[in-house]
């Protein structure tokens, strides 16, 4: 795909700091075995994966605006365009070993997402999407899945930890759709759990309490694979309900119905 410059600009960015990551991780796997464990080196590598990416972004262009998990909120001199970005998307697995975590960085435009970059740096698959010109994986067009019927299909969740309010509904909705549909993952990163939605590897995704930086650059993914989203409360903008339903064509209407039915 011939992106823009924002696009490409984005991909250098999550690049530069997927590279910084990957080295980090390999020191994390070692600290596992330390009394101490890794947990304040994390907190660094994720801040020092954000300086990157802000210094990448905020170089280049001066006057968009700004949203960081790390650093959060900075008005730009154009107040119609701002960065979205997680640095470190899947922040546990990374602490943990796990290699399944991601960078994520969003371009929005007089609130809607127009770009979206996903880099999974571990397993060097590239996640990029802008309107109009379809989503990708490294050099793949990605197509949402086609499964119609709800028994064969899969879905991915974040399911909240750490004493969220949000788990009772959670745990509602796996009630009511593990016994319909063929699994529910939990992979412990909304950002590649939207990517995967994108590449057909999911038929949907769904999450309560949830950041606009953990799904920015994910919700254009699945929009320009050919899915849908929206928020699991009818009526809702997504971003400030806190919650998102991204799934391919067929999934949208029935996973919707299961998690609006009342309490
Ligand atoms: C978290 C992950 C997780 C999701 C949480 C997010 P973090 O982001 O995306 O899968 O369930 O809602 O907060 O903390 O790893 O950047
Ligand atoms: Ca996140």
Redesign the pocket.
Known sequence: MQGSANLNLMIKAARKAGRSLVKDFREVENLQVSAKGPGDFVSRADREAERIIKDELRGARPSYGWLG?ETGEADGEDPTRRWIV?P?????NFLHGLPHWAVSIALEHKGEVVAGVIFDAAKDELFYAEKGLGAYMNDTRLRVSGRRNMIEAIFAT?VPFGGRSTLPATLQDLARLMPVCAGVRRF????L?LAYVAAGRYDGYW?R???AW?MAAGLILVKEAGGFVGAVREGREIFESGSVIATNAEMFDPLTKILRQPA
């Open positions: 998990e997680d470190l998307d899947g922040t546990t974040g412990g990163s909304a950002a759990d999450e309490g949830i950041n953990d």
